[in-house]
């Protein structure tokens, strides 16, 4: 297990090897979410969501022990592209530079 201060876990998400911006492989503390409301996108929005959450925090820790598995579905929403998607990457993107 690894344990980050707020600083380095946002470093860590943004070079998306340690911690990544899924929202779904995570467990959060309830009071994080005070206040929070997550970028209404209707693709990556746990892109700029789960980094302002990171932001939030006053320490991450990462347990690499897999504890969920996780099926690829070649067909899924996850794995079609469409400009519209990039569009939506790319607004998710900018709100994360705003926290930088």
């Given at each position: ?57 006053k320490r991450v820790v ?17 794995h079609t592209l469409n ?18």
């Amino acid at each position: 297990m690894e344990s980050y201060d707020s600083e380095m876990a946002v470093i860590e998400i943004m070079n998306d090897e340690k911690i990544n911006s899924f929202v779904w492989d995570k467990l959060y503390k309830k009071e994080l979410f005070h206040g929070f409301k997550y970028m209404e996108l209707d693709y990556h929005e746990d892109v700029a969501s789960t980094f302002k959450l990171i932001a939030k925090s006053k320490r991450v820790v990462c347990n690499n022990k897999p504890l969920y598995y996780y099926i690829r579905n070649p067909k899924s929403i996850s794995h079609t592209l469409n400009p519209y998607k990039y569009y939506c990457l790319y607004r998710a993107f900018k709100e994360r530079e705003e926290i930088i």
